[in-house]
Structures are given as C-alpha cells and as structure tokens.
C-alpha cells in the first residue's frame, strides 16, 4: 500500500509499460521499490541528437527532449552496440538515473558505447500506481506485464513446428530474417505465430513479425520481465511456446535475442534438453564469415544442434555465401536479397507437408 499520492501529467508513455494500461494523466507516490518492473515516472534533463527517440505504448517512435515526462521501468542492461547499467539499490524522488534503450528501461548506466553518445539523465519524480482494489482508492506500485512468469512452467508444442533464431551477437540480423521466413511462410498457406524470447524490453522487433504476417506475437515483458537472463531466459521460452502452440499455428517462429554467447540466457536456454528436443530448426545469424563459423562450431560441439541455415550479413553477398556452404556445410541465404529463398529453405528443413505450404 502506498501513502501521500499526487498527479502527474506524463508526456510520453514508453512501450516497457503497455500491459499497466496508465492514462497520460498518472498518480505517483514517493515510496519506490528498487525492483526489476516497477515503473516509475521521470523528467529527462538533457537533449540528444541520436539514440533520442522513445518507443511508445502505440508501437510509434517519438523523439525525446529536455523537459519531458515519461513513465518507464526499473531494470538493467548488458548490451554490446549500446548502453550497460544496473537497477540501483534504492530509488527516491530527486535521484537521477539514465534511460538505458528505447524501450524505457530505466537504471543507472555503467557503460556507454560510444556511437550512442551518452544517454540521456532522468530525475526520478515517482512511482506510477495502479488501483487494483475496486471502489477503493488504495494504489499500489505498477509493475510491467499482463502476467507473472512461472518460473517451472512445464512445456507442450502440441506437435507445432518450431523455428529458433540465434545470433552471433546482437544486430546480427535476426530479426529481418524472422520477417522474411514469416512472410514466406504466410505467402505459402502457413499460420504463423511469433515471439521474442530474449533481450531487453522493446516491441519493434515482434511488432515487424506482426507486420510480416504472424497471427500472434508475444514477448517476454508480458510476462512481467524487463531484461532477460540465464535464470529466467529457459522458463520464460517454454512459457510462451506452450501458450502459442495452444492456438494451434502451423507453425511458430521465435528470436533469441543478443547473441549464443551474451548476458540474456540465450546459451541456457539452447542447454535444455526438453527445449532443444521441441526444435525442429535453427537459424544462425552472423555478422561474418568467422562469426558464422563460430556460430556453426557453437550450436554443434556445446549444444549439439545442427543448424539448418546462416543468413545475416555474413551472406550480403557470394563471397560470403560460398564461404560458409563450402566450409561449414550449411545453406546459406540472405533474408533481405532472397528471403523467399530463405523461407523455402526452413520449409524444406521443417518438412511441412506440401498441401500446407503451397507456394501462392
């Protein structure tokens, strides 16, 4: 239960907290817990000129600047192309804290990359409350999520086809070769859902694979985590293949944020056997040649997987194509040149039966 509550005007709410529901107009109290997925309201005190955009609630891009209010969320971030920090030990009204992506996680930044400049300084005004209690003004901390994670949530595909995308590292193209296998999948009869089972809190990537064709889309701030790991990166997979295969798609199609060896449990995720066992492929993702044999090498000799193609910009051209086919042995194709290459390729690995996959 929270004490002295005031309103607050916020200008711009960030897609971190889309399941709170918050109105523009938001109580706040002084009383904030320091934990993963509280959402807090702040007013940003310096202008950016890159990396100064905030996505929304509506899935749109706005541009931030000095003097804005936003609602976001408490958790931290270990990214290699962007900025690093932590949830600090304790958060009050009048602390400065740092907006560390896009999406509107909100900590204590460690570490910048230097193509992002710095990040931008917020001061923390409250913690967002939410009334739970009906025809009682009782609030309580607003917490990211539709739902709680189950952190020992069994797993059932239901016989449903899986696709896995992992990467080299992040920015290696996953998500464009999602949309492109989506979209062939689409064009060839299939129903697709998807998901995002790793990485920090932010919707454009699932909100592409809606865009691409996929019937259903989830992520795992739905399941009230802000930022994955190798603790909750397992549980978090099974949870959302379970409810997805419940709708009965032809086939589901799932992005492991980051890369296989990075901070979000991608690596152990891909180490359980029940996982692993419920994967009819994998696509590796690589910046690279070397990263792609990397990769391949990874996914064979730690995991025990065979991936069934690269793509990624390791393939934006033959060279890098023959590379990887005559080297490692693996089909290689580029999502963006020849994506319904790629798509026809995971069909075939998949062995999707030819009355559902016909080609429009």
Request: aromatic share 4%; hydrophobic share 45%; glycine share 12%.
């Given at each position: ?37 509280v ?36 958790g ?41 400049g ?35 949530a ?8 899986v ?5 080299t590292c ?62 909750n ?8 293949l ?47 040649p ?45 999502a963006m ?24």
């Amino acid at each position: 239960m929270v004490g002295t509550m005031r309103s607050v005007v916020v200008d711009k709410l960030a897609s971190v907290t889309q399941a709170c529901s918050l109105s523009h107009e938001v109580r706040i109290a002084a009383d904030i817990p320091a934990e993963e997925g509280v959402v807090v309201v702040v007013e940003v005190l310096n202008n950016k000129s890159t990396y100064n955009t905030l996505e929304l609630t509506s899935g749109r891009m706005a541009k931030l600047g000095k003097g804005d209010i936003v609602a976001g969320a408490l958790g931290h971030r270990k990214a290699l192309f962007g900025y690093s920090g932590h949830i600090p030990e304790s958060v009050k009204p009048g602390d400065v804290i740092q907006m560390l992506n896009i999406g509107g996680v909100l900590g204590v930044c460690d570490s910048i990359n230097p193509d992002k400049g710095k990040p931008f300084d917020c001061r923390v005004l409250g913690v967002a409350l939410h009334f739970p209690y009906l025809g009682e003004r009782i609030g309580v901390p607003a917490r990211v999520g539709h739902q709680q994670l189950d952190p020992k949530a069994a797993l059932e595909v239901n016989g449903v086809p899986v696709v896995a995308l992992a990467g080299t590292c992040m920015e290696a193209g996953k998500t464009a070769a999602a949309c492109a296998i989506i979209a062939r999948m689409r064009h060839r009869g299939l129903t697709v859902d998807a998901f995002k089972a790793t990485g920090v809190s932010l919707r454009r990537d699932i909100l592409a694979m809606e865009d691409a064709g996929a019937r259903r889309c989830a992520i795992f701030t739905d399941l009230g985590v802000v930022t994955t790991t190798r603790v909750n990166g397992p549980a978090l997979t099974r949870t959302m293949l379970t409810e997805l295969s419940a709708g009965r798609p032809d086939v589901i199609v799932f992005e492991l944020g980051d890369g296989i060896l990075g901070t979000y449990g991608v690596d152990a995720i891909l180490e359980c056997a029940d996982i692993r066992t419920a994967l009819s492929g994998v696509i590796l993702s690589a910046n690279d040649p070397v990263a792609a044999w990397g990769g391949v090498k990874l996914l064979r000799e730690r995991f025990g997987i065979e991936p069934c193609v690269v793509t990624g910009p390791a393939t934006d051209n033959q060279v890098g194509v023959e590379i990887i086919t005559s080297q490692m042995r693996v089909p290689a194709f580029n999502a963006m040149s020849n994506g319904a290459a790629l798509g026809d390729r995971v069909i075939e690995a998949l062995g999707l039966p030819a009355a559902a996959a016909t080609a429009a």
